[in-house]
């Protein structure tokens, strides 16, 4: 089975602090992708990756950066986490350029106070 | 740009069966895809449409219609478990791209 782990369940920080949020996949998925989740707004497209070192932005990108050094791993940064960011934020992953199938991680609800 | 809508709230009864529609604007159209995400938990995939007609999973179906720009998903014999928020998407750019578009998603109930 494919798994898809985030670091963090729940998460509270600061306005201002900076926030690393990861995701680690084991099946050797080419695309990762992250994502916000609001209610009544689904889920919006913050950045992607399709092999390390490479990203594309996503529909929401601003005040957000990502990492991929390594294949199995993508981290989400918030530079200054500012209290608009307060959301559900859920890590994918998918095999193929052209598949439709995309594997959630459980997510991480984060609270910024 | 691209779009999806669906309805936001469906209500049904138990072994009843519910439609779920997702109208979606596209500048190039791929297929349609079904996420199922129960409350607290992740999405996760039911299926996906490139060509029109019936797909049909167990007691979980989904249609596309791409003149009419336009797909459903019918759950039959509705259970309990079944409630939970379904999800439309698209993809978001060309057709090699692994980028989806969601749907604002609706949240199915399944009432005894």
């Known amino acids: 089975d494919v798994k898809v782990t985030q670091s963090s369940r729940y998460l509270v920080k600061r306005t201002g602090e900076k926030v690393f949020l990861e995701c680690v996949q084991d099946?050797?998925?080419?695309?990762m992708f992250w994502y916000r989740q609001d209610p009544g707004l689904g889920l919006r497209l913050i950045y992607f990756?399709?092999?390390?070192?490479?990203?594309e932005k996503g529909d929401i990108p601003e005040g957000y950066s990502v990492s991929r050094e390594k294949k199995e791993r993508f981290s989400l940064i918030l530079e200054s986490a500012s209290t608009n960011q307060t959301s559900m934020y859920l890590c994918?992953?998918?095999?193929?350029?052209?598949?439709?199938?995309?594997?959630f991680g459980p997510g991480t609800r984060l609270t910024v106070t | 740009g691209q779009s999806l809508e669906q309805p936001s709230e469906v209500t049904a009864v138990e072994g009843a069966i519910v439609q779920i529609n997702c109208t979606y604007q596209t500048s190039g159209f791929y297929g349609l895809s079904w996420y199922q995400q129960h409350d607290g938990g992740a999405p996760t995939f039911l299926s996906y449409?490139?060509?029109?007609g019936l797909e049909e999973t167990g007691r979980f179906s989904s249609f596309l219609s791409r003149s009419d720009s336009y797909g459903y998903l019918l759950l039959q014999e509705l259970q309990m478990k079944d409630s939970a928020s379904y999800f439309c998407a698209v993809k978001g750019g060309s057709s090699n791209t692994g980028k989806l578009i969601f749907g604002q998603g609706t949240t199915l109930q399944v009432k005894p």
């Open positions: 994918a992953s998918s095999f193929l350029a052209g598949t439709y199938e995309q594997y």
């Open positions: 099946m050797d998925h080419e695309n």
């Open positions: 990756s399709y092999d390390v070192k490479m990203k």
């Open positions: 449409n490139a060509l029109d």
